[in-house]
Every structure is written in structure tokens, then in C-alpha cells.
């Protein structure tokens, strides 16, 4: 399965990429911004699980901006919101209107981002 991973943190980035491709993704694309995601559209929207943080920064597009972007683009995957906050921020509570959305916090454990490929 392919991964996108949407984060600010580009050190984070980094490592979910080359951890999901040792647990056996065929392919991970990293993006640390909504504008970064938009400019790789193609790729985005052929991946399988969309891993995005629900927060991406004060007066940023959120990952709630994106899953709302990806759904309008067509993107047909699974979407996993990820967060470092707790779960009583206002942007993860609105999470929680979308069906079918998993939501996970960081640092995730390995056993988590395995049974996501699965």
C-alpha cells in the first residue's frame, strides 16, 4: 500500500517515511503543508491511507483543510488523523463528524502504523 504522511515536522516526516517503507509500503509520499500536498496532487490522491496531523500550525490550512481537499479531489484511501494534542482540541473534536476516520496520537506506536498497512 502507498502512504501519504501530511506534517509540519519535517524530522517526523522523515522518519514515518523510512518507517512505513521498512514495515512494507510500496511507496510514502511526505509533505509538511497543505500547499506542499496541493502541489503534489497526483500522487496524493493515487495513495492508499492518508496519515495527516490535525494540526499544522497557528493561521495554516489544518489537516482537517486537507482531508476536506482530498474527499472534494476524489481521494478514494483511508484517512487517519494524527495529533500530539489532547483530545479535547476544538480541531479533533471536529474530526469526529467525519465517517469512517481513524484518529491516532504521536508518537504512534509501531504496532499502529503496521495494522494501518494491513
Not at 484511501?77 to 469526529?96: E, I, N, Y
Amino acid at each position: 500500500k502507498s502512504v501519504l504522511i501530511l506534517d509540519d515536522d519535517s524530522d517526523l516526516c522523515s522518519v514515518m517515511k523510512e518507517l512505513f517503507l521498512a514495515l512494507g509500503a510500496s511507496k510514502c509520499l511526505s509533505v509538511t503543508s497543505f500547499v506542499d500536498l496541493q502541489g503534489k496532487a497526483d500522487e496524493a490522491l493515487r495513495c492508499d491511507i492518508a496519515l495527516l496531523d490535525v494540526h499544522l500550525g497557528a493561521s495554516r490550512p489544518s489537516g482537517i483543510d486537507a482531508y476536506e481537499w482530498l474527499i472534494s479531489a476524489g481521494f478514494a484511501g483511508k484517512v487517519v488523523f494524527f495529533t500530539g494534542h489532547a483530545r479535547s482540541h476544538p480541531l479533533l473534536q471536529k474530526t469526529l463528524q467525519y465517517e469512517g476516520v481513524r484518529i491516532i496520537e504521536k508518537p504512534a506506536p509501531i504496532g499502529v502504523l503496521q495494522e494501518l498497512l494491513q
